[in-house]
């Protein structure tokens, strides 16, 4: 069915509005192409091309909820996972494909090595490894729980798993090892690993962010979130971690010896923030809140500006084009946006 668009030329950008009839799970650009990832089951395509087009083009890899999502680690295509118990491979130029299945349990995380081609997914306690023949690389099943969260090192040859009392590190590859544990006590929930492989970052169901550096191991704690911090994201230079969970965005200079003892800068002040992205080759911070609305902030001089308000629901996602032109913002109950900043 068409969405409702409204493209309003603004100073310095374009941004085209319009509504899916269900929540956005996750964004993703691709080479001319937005992929929404939809919690109906579907994938909702917009052609950068024409985006201000009135129909959206729909993919239906998942016959149920779509839980997670992400680019394929060939830029061609889409990684979703469902309560299907599916993973599924979405080219933009073929039929979707099953990588994996796991019956009766949910896909909720997946990780995307570029290097490599690897792709993780977790399913219960198992952390799967899969290519985009579905040839499955190894299977890790060595948790203490049901696998939150997962995360490769830059190069794709570790894998970071989080859990109950924290991470285990795995080599990215079959056969018997013996993984390293990285305790702290409590539930984690989402996690990443820095852009330069120097910092493991964990959200902590206890309001709080735990890391670990990767040079000794030695960790460290960043408390006083008012909610659960679950949206991470690195700068380009990888100096600066993004986090949402406070009325501002909380960005942690992770220079040096990292965050530990530092006071944190404080960004896009305003809303409980739920989303936050680092432009891919600026030190520009795209971040949305609970109400529906986007602001655009710059490090240098810890400016920002409101950019669109999108409804009246959080926002739940949000990524940049590679080139840093375009951004895909979606919400919980299914607004979504394309902002162009061409000019």
């Not at 024409?50 to 999502?69: I, K, M, V, Y």
């Amino acid at each position: 069915m068409p969405e409702n668009t409204d493209a309003q030329p603004k100073l310095g950008y374009k941004a085209y509005l319009w509504n899916f009839d269900a929540p956005v799970i996750g964004t993703v650009l691709l080479d001319g192409v937005a992929g929404f990832g939809l919690g109906d089951g579907s994938i909702g395509l917009r052609d950068l091309s024409a985006p201000d087009q009135p129909q959206t083009e729909r993919r239906r890899p998942h016959a149920a909820g779509l839980l997670s999502f992400a680019a394929a680690p060939d830029d061609r295509g889409f990684i979703s996972g469902g309560d299907d118990g599916k993973l599924v491979y979405t080219p933009l130029d073929g039929e979707a494909r099953i990588l994996a299945e796991r019956p009766r349990k949910w896909i909720e995380q997946i990780a995307v090595a570029a290097e490599g081609g690897l792709i993780a997914f977790g399913a219960g306690k198992e952390a799967g490894l899969v290519d985009l023949r579905g040839k499955i690389n190894a299977s890790i099943t060595d948790h203490p729980s049901t696998v939150a969260g997962l995360a490769f090192n830059p190069k794709g040859k570790r894998l970071a798993v989080a859990h109950y009392n924290g991470v285990t590190l795995w080599w990215a590859k079959a056969g018997a090892q013996t993984p390293k544990r990285l305790e702290w006590r409590g539930s984690h929930v989402a996690l990443s690993w820095s852009l330069n492989g120097r910092f493991i970052i964990t959200a902590t169901q206890e309001n709080e962010l735990h890391g670990w550096r990767t040079e000794d191991f030695a960790d460290m704690r960043m408390s006083g979130y008012p909610a659960k911090p679950r949206s991470l994201s690195w700068s380009a230079d990888g100096k600066w971690l993004a986090s949402s969970g406070a009325e501002a965005v909380i960005c942690w200079h992770c220079g040096g010896k990292g965050p530990m003892g530092s006071t944190p800068l404080e960004m896009n002040q305003g809303l409980l923030v739920t989303a936050v992205a680092f432009h891919p080759k600026l030190n520009i911070l795209a971040s949305g809140d609970a109400e529906g609305g986007l602001t655009l902030g710059r490090i240098s001089d810890e400016r920002s500006i409101p950019l669109e308000k999108l409804g009246p629901a959080p926002i739940a996602c949000m990524s940049w084009s590679r080139d840093g032109r375009w951004l895909a913002i979606g919400c919980e109950d299914g607004a979504a946006a394309l902002i162009d900043f061409e000019s």
